[in-house]
Protein backbone atom coordinates (compact mmCIF):
# COMPACT_ATOMS: atom_id res chain seq x y z
CA UNK A 1 0.00 0.00 0.00
CA UNK A 2 1.46 3.53 -0.91
CA UNK A 3 -0.09 5.70 1.80
CA UNK A 4 1.42 8.71 0.41
CA UNK A 5 0.46 8.26 -3.19
CA UNK A 6 -3.15 7.35 -2.29
CA UNK A 7 -3.77 10.73 -0.16
CA UNK A 8 -2.56 12.84 -2.54
CA UNK A 9 -4.78 10.57 -5.26
CA UNK A 10 -8.12 10.89 -2.82
CA UNK A 11 -7.16 14.82 -1.82
CA UNK A 12 -7.17 15.91 -5.62
CA UNK A 13 -9.81 14.12 -6.83
CA UNK A 14 -11.97 15.45 -3.46
CA UNK A 15 -11.03 19.15 -5.23
CA UNK A 16 -12.73 18.11 -8.45
CA UNK A 17 -16.36 17.13 -7.26
CA UNK A 18 -18.13 20.14 -6.67
CA UNK A 19 -21.44 19.91 -4.22
CA UNK A 20 -23.63 20.32 -6.89
CA UNK A 21 -22.31 17.19 -8.76
CA UNK A 22 -23.11 15.05 -5.39
CA UNK A 23 -26.17 16.84 -4.49
CA UNK A 24 -24.86 18.71 -1.85
CA UNK A 25 -25.35 22.70 -1.37
CA UNK A 26 -22.66 24.78 -2.46
CA UNK A 27 -22.71 27.28 -0.25
CA UNK A 28 -20.86 30.32 -0.65
CA UNK A 29 -18.55 30.22 2.73
CA UNK A 30 -16.20 27.70 0.69
CA UNK A 31 -12.92 29.06 0.72
CA UNK A 32 -11.78 26.20 -1.70
CA UNK A 33 -13.37 24.02 -4.66
CA UNK A 34 -14.48 21.00 -4.15
CA UNK A 35 -16.10 18.55 -1.21
CA UNK A 36 -14.87 19.23 2.33
CA UNK A 37 -13.35 16.00 4.12
CA UNK A 38 -16.58 15.66 6.03
CA UNK A 39 -19.10 15.42 2.85
CA UNK A 40 -16.80 12.78 1.47
CA UNK A 41 -16.79 10.76 4.63
CA UNK A 42 -20.74 10.83 4.91
CA UNK A 43 -20.92 10.18 1.00
CA UNK A 44 -19.09 7.39 1.23
CA UNK A 45 -20.85 6.18 4.72
CA UNK A 46 -17.48 6.38 7.29
CA UNK A 47 -16.08 8.83 9.73
CA UNK A 48 -14.72 11.87 9.35
CA UNK A 49 -11.79 10.47 11.65
CA UNK A 50 -10.81 7.03 9.47
CA UNK A 51 -11.34 9.84 5.62
CA UNK A 52 -8.75 12.23 7.19
CA UNK A 53 -6.34 9.70 8.64
CA UNK A 54 -6.59 8.27 5.09
CA UNK A 55 -5.76 11.87 3.43
CA UNK A 56 -3.06 12.29 5.95
CA UNK A 57 -1.21 9.36 4.67
CA UNK A 58 -1.43 7.59 8.30
CA UNK A 59 -4.86 5.33 7.80
CA UNK A 60 -5.05 1.97 8.35
CA UNK A 61 -5.54 -0.29 5.01
CA UNK A 62 -8.80 -0.05 3.67
CA UNK A 63 -10.92 -2.84 2.75
CA UNK A 64 -11.94 -2.53 -0.81
CA UNK A 65 -15.28 -2.40 0.05
CA UNK A 66 -14.62 1.24 1.78
CA UNK A 67 -12.48 2.06 -1.53
CA UNK A 68 -15.17 1.23 -3.62
CA UNK A 69 -17.43 3.30 -1.36
CA UNK A 70 -15.25 6.31 -1.75
CA UNK A 71 -15.16 5.76 -5.50
CA UNK A 72 -18.72 6.26 -5.62
CA UNK A 73 -18.26 9.33 -3.83
CA UNK A 74 -15.35 11.09 -5.15
CA UNK A 75 -17.73 9.78 -8.87
CA UNK A 76 -14.28 8.34 -10.22
CA UNK A 77 -14.30 6.88 -13.37
CA UNK A 78 -13.66 3.07 -14.13
CA UNK A 79 -9.91 3.50 -14.81
CA UNK A 80 -9.38 5.85 -11.69
CA UNK A 81 -11.24 3.57 -9.27
CA UNK A 82 -8.78 0.77 -10.67
CA UNK A 83 -5.99 2.86 -9.93
CA UNK A 84 -7.25 3.28 -6.26
CA UNK A 85 -7.35 -0.15 -5.85
CA UNK A 86 -3.58 -0.20 -6.62
CA UNK A 87 -2.85 2.47 -4.59
CA UNK A 88 -4.03 0.68 -1.58
CA UNK A 89 -2.44 -2.27 -2.80
CA UNK A 90 -5.83 -4.59 -3.85
CA UNK A 91 -3.95 -5.66 -7.06
CA UNK A 92 -4.24 -9.34 -7.34
CA UNK A 93 -0.73 -9.76 -7.70
CA UNK A 94 2.40 -7.48 -8.27
CA UNK A 95 2.72 -7.08 -11.97
CA UNK A 96 5.56 -5.60 -14.08
CA UNK A 97 6.41 -4.45 -17.29
CA UNK A 98 8.02 -6.72 -19.74
CA UNK A 99 10.26 -6.54 -22.43
CA UNK A 100 9.25 -8.95 -25.22
CA UNK A 101 6.87 -8.60 -27.54
CA UNK A 102 4.63 -12.19 -28.74
CA UNK A 103 6.00 -13.48 -31.96
CA UNK A 104 2.06 -14.12 -32.89
CA UNK A 105 1.51 -9.95 -32.39
CA UNK A 106 4.95 -9.22 -34.68
CA UNK A 107 3.62 -11.34 -37.29
CA UNK A 108 0.55 -9.30 -36.92
CA UNK A 109 1.59 -5.90 -37.81
CA UNK A 110 3.56 -7.32 -40.20
CA UNK A 111 0.91 -8.12 -42.35
CA UNK A 112 -0.73 -4.90 -42.12
CA UNK A 113 0.94 -3.37 -44.88
CA UNK A 114 -1.16 -0.52 -46.32
CA UNK A 115 -1.81 0.50 -41.51
CA UNK A 116 0.97 1.99 -39.55
CA UNK A 117 1.09 -0.33 -36.87
CA UNK A 118 3.14 -0.53 -33.65
CA UNK A 119 3.32 -1.58 -30.03
CA UNK A 120 3.85 0.17 -27.41
CA UNK A 121 4.68 -0.71 -23.52
CA UNK A 122 3.24 0.79 -20.29
CA UNK A 123 6.09 3.08 -20.22
CA UNK A 124 5.77 4.45 -23.25
CA UNK A 125 8.80 2.82 -25.10
CA UNK A 126 8.14 1.69 -28.85
CA UNK A 127 8.21 -2.25 -28.72
CA UNK A 128 7.84 -3.22 -32.40
CA UNK A 129 6.58 -1.41 -35.73
CA UNK A 130 6.24 -2.59 -38.91
CA UNK A 131 7.52 -0.74 -41.93
CA UNK A 132 4.53 2.18 -42.74
CA UNK A 133 5.10 3.03 -38.82
CA UNK A 134 8.61 3.29 -39.26
CA UNK A 135 8.28 5.81 -41.89
CA UNK A 136 5.08 7.55 -40.47
CA UNK A 137 6.79 8.08 -37.72
CA UNK A 138 10.65 9.14 -38.39
CA UNK A 139 12.52 6.56 -38.82
CA UNK A 140 12.57 4.70 -35.74
CA UNK A 141 15.02 2.03 -36.79
CA UNK A 142 17.59 4.81 -36.57
CA UNK A 143 16.76 5.08 -33.14
CA UNK A 144 18.81 4.01 -29.61
CA UNK A 145 16.08 2.72 -27.48
CA UNK A 146 15.83 5.35 -24.96
CA UNK A 147 14.99 7.88 -27.89
CA UNK A 148 12.15 5.35 -28.76
CA UNK A 149 9.79 7.33 -26.05
CA UNK A 150 6.92 9.08 -26.82
CA UNK A 151 6.73 10.89 -23.38
CA UNK A 152 10.03 12.30 -24.20
CA UNK A 153 9.34 13.20 -27.99
CA UNK A 154 6.39 15.35 -26.89
CA UNK A 155 8.10 16.76 -23.17
CA UNK A 156 11.22 17.48 -24.38
CA UNK A 157 10.97 18.83 -27.83
CA UNK A 158 11.51 22.22 -28.33
CA UNK A 159 8.11 23.20 -29.84
CA UNK A 160 6.30 22.09 -25.99
CA UNK A 161 4.75 25.10 -26.00
CA UNK A 162 3.86 25.68 -28.90
CA UNK A 163 2.64 21.89 -29.25
CA UNK A 164 0.45 22.16 -26.24
CA UNK A 165 -1.04 25.57 -27.55
CA UNK A 166 -3.05 23.37 -29.68
CA UNK A 167 -6.41 22.14 -28.79
CA UNK A 168 -5.77 18.44 -30.54
CA UNK A 169 -2.19 17.91 -29.60
CA UNK A 170 -2.89 19.00 -25.87
CA UNK A 171 -6.00 16.72 -25.56
CA UNK A 172 -3.00 14.06 -26.65
CA UNK A 173 -0.71 15.29 -24.22
CA UNK A 174 -2.74 15.19 -20.62
CA UNK A 175 -3.90 11.83 -22.21
CA UNK A 176 -0.51 10.15 -22.07
CA UNK A 177 0.13 11.60 -19.03
CA UNK A 178 -2.74 10.69 -17.47
CA UNK A 179 -2.23 6.71 -18.72
CA UNK A 180 1.66 7.09 -17.48
CA UNK A 181 -0.03 8.21 -14.10
CA UNK A 182 -2.55 4.89 -14.20
CA UNK A 183 0.84 2.25 -14.93
CA UNK A 184 2.74 3.87 -12.32
CA UNK A 185 -0.27 2.93 -10.26
CA UNK A 186 -0.02 -0.64 -11.84
CA UNK A 187 3.39 -0.65 -11.83
CA UNK A 188 4.62 1.00 -8.78
CA UNK A 189 8.04 -1.36 -8.59
CA UNK A 190 9.52 -0.87 -12.08
CA UNK A 191 12.48 1.17 -11.78
CA UNK A 192 12.08 2.57 -15.40
CA UNK A 193 8.83 3.77 -15.21
CA UNK A 194 9.87 5.54 -11.83
CA UNK A 195 13.41 7.33 -13.42
CA UNK A 196 11.11 8.21 -16.66
CA UNK A 197 8.78 9.92 -14.13
CA UNK A 198 11.32 11.59 -11.94
CA UNK A 199 13.85 12.34 -15.49
CA UNK A 200 10.24 14.39 -16.96
CA UNK A 201 9.21 16.25 -13.40
CA UNK A 202 13.38 17.54 -13.62
CA UNK A 203 13.52 18.52 -17.08
CA UNK A 204 9.46 19.61 -18.27
CA UNK A 205 7.87 21.94 -16.36
CA UNK A 206 4.98 21.23 -18.93
CA UNK A 207 5.08 17.29 -17.51
CA UNK A 208 5.14 18.53 -14.27
CA UNK A 209 2.08 20.31 -14.25
CA UNK A 210 -0.37 17.80 -16.00
CA UNK A 211 1.43 15.16 -13.43
CA UNK A 212 0.78 17.21 -10.38
CA UNK A 213 -3.35 17.11 -12.03
CA UNK A 214 -3.50 13.58 -10.82
CA UNK A 215 -5.78 12.68 -13.94
CA UNK A 216 -6.02 8.65 -14.35
CA UNK A 217 -7.79 7.61 -17.74
CA UNK A 218 -6.16 4.54 -19.72
CA UNK A 219 -5.90 5.55 -23.70
CA UNK A 220 -7.96 4.38 -25.88
CA UNK A 221 -9.02 6.13 -29.27
CA UNK A 222 -8.24 9.56 -30.18
CA UNK A 223 -8.23 11.50 -33.52
CA UNK A 224 -5.10 12.69 -35.01
CA UNK A 225 -3.40 14.96 -37.41
CA UNK A 226 0.04 14.26 -38.70
CA UNK A 227 2.40 16.40 -40.80
CA UNK A 228 4.76 14.38 -42.56
CA UNK A 229 7.37 16.05 -44.36
CA UNK A 230 7.12 13.98 -48.05
CA UNK A 231 2.83 13.22 -48.16
CA UNK A 232 1.76 16.07 -46.25
CA UNK A 233 -0.92 16.09 -43.52
CA UNK A 234 -2.38 13.02 -42.50
CA UNK A 235 -6.21 12.83 -40.35
CA UNK A 236 -5.82 9.93 -38.50
CA UNK A 237 -7.98 7.92 -35.82
CA UNK A 238 -5.27 6.64 -33.64
CA UNK A 239 -6.68 3.18 -32.44
CA UNK A 240 -4.98 2.14 -29.04
CA UNK A 241 -5.88 -1.74 -28.62
CA UNK A 242 -4.93 -3.70 -25.02
CA UNK A 243 -3.18 -6.92 -26.29
CA UNK A 244 -5.00 -10.00 -24.56
CA UNK A 245 -3.01 -11.69 -21.74
CA UNK A 246 -0.24 -8.42 -21.21
CA UNK A 247 -1.62 -5.58 -19.73
CA UNK A 248 1.80 -3.80 -20.45
CA UNK A 249 1.19 -3.85 -23.90
CA UNK A 250 -1.02 -1.71 -26.39
CA UNK A 251 -1.58 -2.48 -29.97
CA UNK A 252 -1.89 1.04 -32.17
CA UNK A 253 -2.97 1.58 -35.27
CA UNK A 254 -3.80 4.46 -37.54
CA UNK A 255 -6.84 4.40 -40.07
CA UNK A 256 -7.60 6.91 -42.48
CA UNK A 257 -11.57 7.27 -44.28
CA UNK A 258 -11.29 4.93 -47.49
CA UNK A 259 -11.06 7.23 -50.37
CA UNK A 260 -10.33 10.25 -48.23
CA UNK A 261 -6.84 12.66 -49.33
CA UNK A 262 -5.27 11.02 -46.09
CA UNK A 263 -6.13 7.26 -47.33
CA UNK A 264 -4.01 8.45 -50.17
CA UNK A 265 -1.37 10.27 -48.10
CA UNK A 266 -0.53 6.41 -46.64
CA UNK A 267 -0.50 4.51 -49.93
CA UNK A 268 2.33 6.75 -51.41
CA UNK A 269 4.05 6.42 -48.28
CA UNK A 270 3.92 2.38 -48.30
CA UNK A 271 5.42 3.38 -51.67
CA UNK A 272 8.60 4.74 -49.92
CA UNK A 273 8.91 1.66 -47.90
CA UNK A 274 8.82 -0.74 -51.06
CA UNK A 275 11.10 1.57 -53.04
CA UNK A 276 13.97 1.77 -49.84
Known sequence: ????????????RRAHVTPAEVGLPGGDRRRTPGLRRQEVAQLAGMSIDYYIRLEQGRGPHPSRQVLNALARALMLSQDERAHLLHLAGHAVETP???EDVPESLLHLIGFLEEVPAYVLDARYDFRAWNPLANVLMGNLDALGPEDRNVIRWVFM???IAEHLSDEEKSRFARASVADLRAAAGRYPDDRKLQALVAEMLA????????????????RREQRKRITHPVVGTIDAICQVMPVPDRDDLRLVLYTTEPGSPSHQALRDLRQLTLSS
Open 203 to 218: LSPHFAELWARYEVEI
Open 157 to 159: SPD
Open 96 to 98: RIR
Open 1 to 12: MNRDELADFLRI
